[in-house]
């Protein structure tokens, strides 16, 4: 069995070409700690030429995303699935050297975890040996998926290309037991969005940084009821039995 390709894989300049120095250092990171790895980081321009290349009839589809995170997010599908190797987001920085993670789960075909925040597969992180044709069950419900659309921008991002893409795909892919494993959060990072970050979880070898990039007004939303839904459902029930204890004593004034 062979192992995971020596290569780490990540994505910026979809939408910002200029690479800021905090997110350098991430970088830098990544190169120092792996000297023995290829490093590409693939921008708008490296990415579509890899579809015009290899899989020109998605082309269509990726030039006609409405936002440009749709594209950093299927790119990484195609990368996997051409190159092999390690996929990581900019907003994850490693603190240790991920050859024995990668050494750990060699006989294995593809690598996944779960996001601490919702249990569901995330693609943050993404682990994979060239032509795991779990990609291509991923790129079938890219296809099915890319008219998806909502009235909130996060979840026409999330379904479309994202998290709940990859997570269905997985859910519906007869052969997962085969070609994908998934692995315990705690060893890329435990830490959900109401983590203060940075963030590291012990054990873990990365570091989470804030990742908001792409958000918008829905994303602010739907992360604020996250991370207050449990003060969010006293206060609402607080309300509801304020507005019954009213109503009770409004009844019993007008009987007396």
């Keep these: ?132 044709i779990f990609w291509k069950k991923v790129w079938y419900q890219l296809i099915l998926n890319c008219s998806f659309s909502s009235v909130s921008k996060h979840l026409t991002i999330m379904n479309s290309t994202g998290p709940l893409l990859i997570d269905y795909s997985y859910d519906n892919f007869a052969l997962k037991k085969k070609y994908v494993y998934i692995i315990d959060a705690k060893y890329i990072n435990n830490c959900d969005i109401a983590t203060p970050k940075p963030a590291r979880n012990k054990g873990a070898y990365f570091k989470r940084y804030d990742g908001n990039s792409w958000h918008s007004l829905d994303s602010s939303i739907i992360n604020f009821f996250y991370k207050n839904y449990s003060i969010i459902i006293v206060l609402f029930f607080t309300v509801i039995f304020i507005i019954i204890l009213i109503q009770i004593f409004s009844n019993k004034n007008r009987i007396e």
């Design 1 to 132: 069995m062979s192992s995971f390709p020596k290569i780490i894989h990540q994505c910026f300049g979809f939408w910002d070409s200029n690479i800021p120095s905090h997110i350098q250092k991430r970088i830098d990171t990544w190169k120092s700690l792996h000297p023995k790895y290829k490093y590409i980081l693939w921008d708008k321009k490296k990415s579509r030429e890899l579809i015009k290349t290899y899989f020109d009839w998605f082309l269509g589809i990726y030039d006609n995303y409405p936002y440009p995170i749709q594209r950093a997010d299927a790119i990484r599908y195609f990368i996997l699935y051409k190159y092999g190797g390690i996929y990581c987001d900019i907003d994850l920085e490693p603190v240790k050297k991920i050859s024995s993670l990668l050494d750990k789960y060699k006989n294995k075909k593809c690598i996944l975890y779960r996001s601490p925040n919702s249990d569901m597969l995330t693609n943050d992180f993404m682990i994979s040996k060239p032509k795991n």
